[in-house]
């Protein structure tokens, strides 16, 4: 009832019933008044309940408030207001209740005004479902279940507002009155309606005969008061009695009108319960109950939502004489319709058809299409891998002829980063190259006039070419295999050629003159005097020879052995050659007239040298080692001192020679590489070193270059055991090939700097430009340490040293953010792209990860054996860890729980993310390259070609392609749509190794970091490319 409308019952304060002392008023209604009572017998207070007057003198209404004690004494529940004493048969009958400290549901629901919280209401209705099927196992009903009669006990957690529902305990109340009618606003006396009309169940509303299970009124009941715990009011509330009653009957509530945010789970349960039909409602409160609790739970409901077409069926089931009407009205409708419909049926239907082969053709089309652009992307990576095999053969014209195929694309451009950097490889690099010789080509000279050469090899022939074109011009066939020495002489009528035996041959028409001498072993160099009378042959073993070609006379001066290079000086008058002598390695000058001794030059007791040269002037000779991992050296002739000396070559100089203007030296080794030094004309202009600048790299052959000659100021010829003769522009091929100082033995690109990092041998931590400016960024740092770069919003680099230590460098700020030990020697390190954490593995496996802001540890792992790479996604949702075990692990950065085992068959060495983070590149020991789909730990492809463990990998910009390095043989690359192998990008000689890759933004340009594993030497190969930026935009688009 409403607190403002209670009348006054206070006639009964102070005064005595029964043995309990009235003490106040705590409410009352229609049907009687409940007073604060005390006990003084139990000393305890209690509810006292005294009927009204009018109860008293109807003998129905005073049965059935026995019913009420009675019902209610025999239920104990902790939801249930329990009953003290009742008193029923004498002059004044009572009931003593237990007092409930807090408001009823319908007060705290008119001070609250805002809908209760749903996992609320459900646990306290849940709580109240579970009385109410307490009491009917008791066989007692309530029958009037509403707001008013739950009563609210506070808990002990309560705080003093009360505002949350959770912060009650229900207690229900007013057992055995559902047949009473209130006087509140909702009821009326006139009617005889059972319960209150709001919350009065449908099936009530035709007579207590018309129930047949009295637990569904219950359950009625409650679904009502979940209705208004979730709505704020109750489902049927209207103006007046008749409205409420009509509503009853007729109207189906939806829950989610009133409250539009109300789960589709919990507004099922309401609405099942308060369903009109008994049947269609739940069975017992206590099904009611255990829907609830699987709300709660996150569990399915048994509850269904009712769908808009069952709420028509049920109105119509209700209201059968409107439906019968509308059902007339909708079939002369639809008949009308009909027949409208069917004049139209066959445009209609013509339309339909065309519609649905229009679409048909679309989808053929698109499905043509994307055949289409497959079998391009197929015909692309072939023509690719056919591009790089003929540049691999110097092929120049297929190579140009197999990139125009794909210059002028039409709509769906199908080049990848490879055909960009082929276009700029083949541009730069792509010699003249002279095919015929039928294995190893030992000798290549110059015709005198300059647009001929002339080569000798195994396969025993003479053969001459064109110098611009490469084509062969003749050919001579000798019979004596194979052919070690060659010279032409000075007009060009004649060459020399030695095996053993030395021949004079006429060049233009083939004739053999005559034999001109014979060593005991092979010959290994002969030359003509300058003014071509006299020609010289070198031997292993033994003499040099001196042959006059007018009188035949043959000198020969004394040497012991490893007499493989010689040369005339002073326009003719001496000859000058190196030999073994004893033990001693020297440079010795004869005059050729007299065939004296003049010059007997050990040089360097301890210095085996194997080839020189001479500049034209004879200023200077050059010397170079016999063995391995020894630098070029340069002497001043008039003096002997060393006036230049080169960083430490790895090959062994197969072949030493000086530039025309003495300006250049040229090195050929037996690694394949041409190696370029430019010279000061004085020592004095470049610190005291005739070497004055920075050496540039050719890599000319596959195998041994046995012999090379300047063709003019800017090219030079070459002979490898290849089998080819090339000849190679310098100005176009050594520019983006370049050595780095021997002093820097560790270093590191910086991605977007235009620098490297570097730690020298006196372990200094330094930053160098591409001008060449150093900033020293720190001291006293292991020589041997790694050094791995990352470009993530700032440049930060990581020094991983040989003592268990990882330092993390920012570049910019020229800061160290941390130095962290492992519990192990470090193998790799890597910095996630939001400069946050850091991660470091190494031997035995130990694997771990800092917070660089704080240092703290946020994982340690131990890997079965060694770790050998680890590496952050680029969004840095997860961390990818390999080494020398079968599985390569991704580890969830949010959890550091790992999430797949991708297991690679065999040791990992190196890891790579795609730019997008959604593929993961292993390499392994045995060759094979991995494709994983990080999503779903799947392996996606398996990509073979190299011939020895993959060190190093990375994706293009654009993650079209995919490049791989492998100390054993090359640099090679990938199309990723086809997953085929397109070819060799750059040859890598025994024991290169490439330290990284990288590509500059927007990835135009590519650079690699070449190490040379004996002399600890770094190369940079940097390739300048036309690759459009906006290739990686449209990828990403």
Not at 189 to 199: E, N
Not at 241 to 262: I, S, W
Not at 704 to 712: E, K, L, P, Y
Request: aromatic share 6%; hydrophobic share 40%; proline share 5%.
């Amino acid at each position: 009832p409403n607190r403002a409308q209670q009348p006054d019952f206070s006639n009964f304060v102070g005064r005595t019933v029964g043995r309990y002392h009235i003490c106040g008023v705590l409410g009352g209604g229609s049907f009687g008044i409940v007073y604060l009572a005390h006990d003084p017998q139990l000393v305890r207070d209690c509810a006292l309940k005294i009927p009204r007057i009018e109860v008293l003198v109807d003998e129905d209404k005073r049965r059935r408030f026995g019913t009420e004690a009675t019902a209610a004494a025999a239920l104990a529940h902790p939801a249930i207001v329990p009953v003290y004493e009742a008193e029923i048969d004498g002059p004044m009958p009572y009931i003593a209740t237990a007092i409930c400290n807090g408001p009823n549901l319908a007060d705290w629901l008119q001070d609250h005004q805002a809908p209760v919280p749903e996992r609320q209401a459900a646990r306290f209705m849940a709580q109240l479902a579970d009385a109410v099927h307490y009491a009917h196992q008791r066989g007692v009903f309530h029958r009037d279940l509403k707001p008013s009669n739950v009563l609210l006990e506070p808990r002990e957690t309560c705080n003093e507002s009360g505002d949350e529902l959770d912060d009650y305990v229900p207690r229900l109340t007013d057992f055995g009155l559902a047949k009473l009618v209130e006087s509140d606003t909702s009821t009326t006396r006139a009617s005889m309606l059972l319960g209150t009309p709001v919350y009065v169940a449908p099936e009530l509303l035709a007579g207590d005969d018309n129930v047949k299970d009295q637990r569904l009124v219950d359950v009625y009941g409650l679904g009502c008061l979940l209705y208004e715990l979730l709505s704020g009011g109750a489902p049927f509330a209207r103006d007046s009695v008749a409205e409420t009653l009509l509503a009853v009957r007729e109207h189906e509530p939806v829950l989610r009108r009133r409250r539009a945010d109300v789960s589709t789970n919990l507004e099922a349960i309401c609405h099942k319960a308060i369903e009109k039909r008994p049947q269609r409602r739940y069975a017992s409160a206590r099904q009611l109950a255990d829907d609830l609790e699987r709300f709660l739970d996150g569990r399915e409901v048994a509850a269904r939502p009712i769908t808009s077409w069952e709420r028509g069926l049920r109105w119509c089931r209700r209201n059968p004489l409107p439906a019968v009407s509308l059902l007339v009205t909708c079939v002369a409708v639809v008949g009308v319709t009909l027949t409208t419909i069917w004049h139209n049926a066959r445009l209609s239907e013509a339309l339909v058809t065309s519609n649905r082969l229009h679409e048909e053709a679309l989808s053929a089309g698109a499905a043509a299409n994307e055949a289409r652009r497959s079998l391009q992307r197929e015909l692309y990576a072939h023509e690719m891998k056919l591009a790089f095999d003929a540049r691999d053969k110097h092929w120049n014209e297929e190579v140009d002829r197999i990139l125009g195929l794909f210059d002028d694309p039409a709509d769906d451009d199908v080049r990848t980063y490879p055909w960009y950097l082929l276009q700029a490889l083949s541009a730069r690099t792509a010699p003249i190259v002279m095919r015929g010789h039928e294995g190893a080509v030992r000798e290549v000279a110059v015709h005198p006039d300059g647009e001929r050469l002339v080569s000798v090899g195994d396969d025993g022939t003479i053969r001459t070419w064109n110098i611009d074109d490469g084509r062969l011009l003749a050919t001579i066939a000798v019979s004596a295999k194979p052919l070690n020495a060659l010279a032409v002489s000075p007009d060009g009528e004649y060459v020399v050629t030695g095996n053993q035996g030395l021949a004079l041959w006429r060049l233009d028409t083939g004739e053999r003159v005559r034999p001109l001498t014979w060593h005991s072993t092979t010959i290994e160099e002969a030359a003509f005097s300058p003014d071509g009378r006299q020609v010289a042959s070198a031997a292993r073993s033994w003499h040099i020879h001196l042959i006059n070609l007018d009188t035949g006379e043959t000198k020969k001066f004394q040497t012991d052995s490893g007499n493989e290079s010689l040369t005339f000086v002073d326009g003719g008058r001496a000859l000058a050659g190196v030999g073994q002598v004893g033990k001693r390695r020297v440079l010795r000058i004869w005059d050729t007239s007299t065939g004296e001794l003049t010059l007997d030059n050990c040089i360097a007791p301890d210095l085996r040298f194997k080839s020189f040269d001479l500049t034209r002037d004879g200023r200077y000779v050059a010397i170079g080692g016999g063995r391995t991992n020894e630098p070029v050296r340069v002497y001043d002739t008039e003096t002997w001192q060393l006036v230049g000396a080169t960083e430490r070559v790895r090959g062994v100089p197969e072949d030493i020679f000086f530039s025309p203007d003495g300006l250049t030296l040229v090195m050929a080794g037996d690694d394949g590489l041409l190696m370029r030094w430019p010279l000061a004309s004085q020592p004095s202009e470049s610190a005291g070193n005739l070497i004055a600048g920075q050496l540039a790299v050719i890599p000319a052959h596959e195998g041994r270059i046995t012999s090379g000659v300047f063709v003019g100021p800017a090219q030079i010829a070459t002979a490898g055991e290849d089998g080819f003769v090339k000849v190679w522009k310098l100005d176009d091929n050594t520019r983006f090939v370049r050595r780095l100082p021997e002093r820097m033995c560790r270093v590191a690109r910086l991605p977007g700097q235009h620098a490297i990092a570097t730690i020298t041998k006196s372990g200094l931590l330094k930053i160098v430009d591409d001008d060449g400016k150093e900033t020293e960024l720190a001291r006293a740092v292991a020589p041997m340490a790694a050094l791995v770069s990352q470009a993530h919003g700032g440049v930060f680099l990581s020094v991983v040293g040989p003592d268990r230590t990882v330092e993390v460098w920012d570049v910019e700020a020229r800061t160290r953010r941390g130095r962290f030990m492992l519990d192990h020697d470090v193998k790799h390190a890597d910095v996630s792209s939001n400069g946050r954490w850091l991660a470091a593995t190494g031997v035995d496996g130990y694997t771990a990860v800092w917070d660089l802001e704080t240092q703290q540890r946020l994982l340690n792992l131990k890997l079965d054996t060694w770790g050998t790479c680890v590496a952050f996604s680029p969004h840095n949702e997860l961390l990818a860890v390999g080494g020398r075990v079968d599985d390569t692990l991704l580890i969830d950065t949010s959890t550091w729980h790992v999430v797949h085992r991708l297991h690679g068959v065999s040791d990992t060495y190196t890891l790579a993310f795609s730019t997008d983070g959604r593929c993961l590149a292993t390499g392994h020991i045995d060759a094979a390259i991995r494709l994983w789909n990080v999503e779903n730990g799947q392996m996606v492809a398996q990509m073979k070609g190299h011939r020895g463990g993959i060190a190093r990998l990375v994706f293009d910009p654009a993650n079209e392609t995919l490049f791989s390095a492998s100390g054993a043989d090359s640099v090679r690359c990938w199309d990723l749509r086809t997953h085929r192998g397109l070819g060799v990008v750059w040859p890598l000689v025994a024991h290169g190794l490439v330290w990284q890759f990288a590509f500059d933004e927007p990835g135009g340009t590519m650079t690699m970091i070449i190490e040379d594993a004996i002399t600890d030497q770094c190369s940079v190969l940097e390739v300048e490319t036309n690759w459009p930026a906006r290739r990686k935009a449209d990828v990403e688009n």
